[in-house]
């Protein structure tokens, strides 16, 4: 498995920066073929600064927005005005700008009361937009993804059914702990991605970090994030990195 690049800034304002030019950069090749730019979006409080970023006047054109399509890479089980919400997060960092087409984004419907219909739903819009050939999981050109305190990232959480998930696309998923259902998009569609980026800021991720970076593997879900044919990226704050070798810091 090839080593993923690791990149550490000095704050998570850095961060962001980079990582909105990591999107500009790859959406611009993908406009140059006039393909679609797909991207899936993580929620959680880490990437709200880059959606605001992406959301900007200046990102207004700098990228290309009729050929990015975005989705999400889960969602909690509340209405989509709920403060919980991914969407509502997503929506007001970066859908005010209105550069993005209004079609061009795809909400997961987790409030609904089918879930496994909510799912199906999901993977029917990813099919269609995505076009996986036969057999094929679907390919997104770029995921984000953040890693929370118990290593989980999606909503792939420790412990729960959706880990071991190997035929569905988008599935919902019961977590004990938080006494509620997310749903989310499975390893193998994360790891179909041609691109996969985490962004980790702040010292109390750091001893976690350290242990998903640098332990032994197979510990936590954020160290199943393995593209089988696409870069493995690990956007980093200083304080989150704090306890990286050397070596892992490359
Ligand atoms: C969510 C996310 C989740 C998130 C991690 C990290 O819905 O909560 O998609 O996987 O990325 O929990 O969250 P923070 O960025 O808030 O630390």
Request: proline share 8%; aromatic share 8%; net charge neutral.
């Amino acid at each position: 498995m090839p080593k993923p690049k690791i990149r550490i800034f000095p704050d998570l304002e850095q961060l962001s920066w980079a990582a909105a030019t990591r999107v500009e950069d790859l959406a611009r090749l993908k406009a140059m073929e006039k393909k679609i730019f797909s991207v899936a979006l993580s929620g959680g409080a880490t990437p709200k600064r880059l959606y605001e970023i992406l959301g900007s006047p200046i990102f207004a054109g700098r990228i290309r927005w009729q050929y990015v399509h975005l989705f999400q890479v889960d969602e909690r089980c509340v209405p989509p005005d709920h403060p919980e919400s991914n969407y509502r997060m997503i929506r007001r960092a970066l859908l005010g700008s209105g550069s993005l087409p209004e079609g061009n984004f795809r909400r997961m419907a987790a409030e609904q009361r089918d879930l496994q219909q909510a799912s199906r739903q999901y993977a029917e819009e990813l099919a269609r937009v995505l076009q996986p050939k036969e057999s094929e999981w679907p390919r997104f050109d770029l995921v984000f993804l953040g890693m929370g305190p118990d290593g989980h990232t999606a909503s792939l959480f420790p412990g729960t059914e959706a880990l071991e998930e190997q035929v569905s696309w988008v599935v919902p998923n019961y977590v004990e702990k938080l006494k509620m259902h997310r749903l989310t998009l499975t390893f193998p569609v994360l790891n179909a991605a041609a691109n996969a980026i985490f962004l980790v800021s702040g010292a109390d991720k750091a001893e976690l970090l350290r242990q998903v970076l640098e332990g032994p593997p197979g510990q936590f879900p954020a160290q199943k994030i393995q593209p089988a044919n696409g870069r493995l990226s690990w956007f980093l704050d200083e304080a989150a990195a704090q306890l990286l070798s050397a070596e892992t810091r490359g």
